[in-house]
């Protein structure tokens, strides 16, 4: 892990995707476990997650290290493949970390987004409210940054 960074196992690692914020969670010293389109349920080292970008992180607490490992091998044992809607980042790691929240990003999303049917165009309207939403799901949400 970077020197300088106070993240710790089991806390949950963010890094930029345009509007969205990719989420994956600190597994061990250098490594991430993180939910992807293009790979599915994988380790990275934190380097390999991060792609060049700032990360931000959110501190969990009271994370037995062996019974995360025990859930990324039983999540990782399904073979789920990742899915926007029922199956994303968040997802991924809220479930690793033993709490079943969903995805913010996708409520806020759907949400805000859903005020936008208003419009004349609803699925102009929908996506200009589900980005503002998305917007103001990952502004409003506090994080520290390496």
């Keep these: ?9 089991g806390d949950r690692v963010y890094r930029s995707k345009g509007a969205v ?10 490594l991430v476990a993180h939910n992807s389109p293009d790979n599915n349920v ?19 607490t009271k994370v037995d290290p062996a019974a995360l490992l025990s859930q990324l091998e039983k999540i990782k044992n ?12 968040e997802h991924f790691a809220n479930r690793l970390l033993g709490d079943n929240k969903g995805s ?3 409520l806020a999303v ?3 987004g859903a005020l936008g049917l208003t419009s004349k165009n609803k699925w102009l ?7 503002v939403g998305l917007v103001l799901c990952n502004s409003l949400r506090s994080y520290s940054t390496t």
């Design 1 to 9: 892990m970077h020197k300088d960074t106070k993240m710790m196992i």
């Design 21 to 30: 914020m990719h989420v994956g969670v600190i597994v061990s010293e250098n």
């Design 42 to 60: 994988e380790v990275v080292s934190i380097e390999q997650f991060a792609q060049g970008k700032e990360l931000k992180y959110q501190r969990s």
């Design 78 to 89: 399904e073979n789920k493949r990742y899915c926007p809607f029922s199956f994303n980042c």
């Design 104 to 106: 913010g990003q996708l």
């Design 110 to 112: 759907v949400a805000i």
């Design 125 to 131: 309207g929908f996506l200009a409210a589900g980005s």
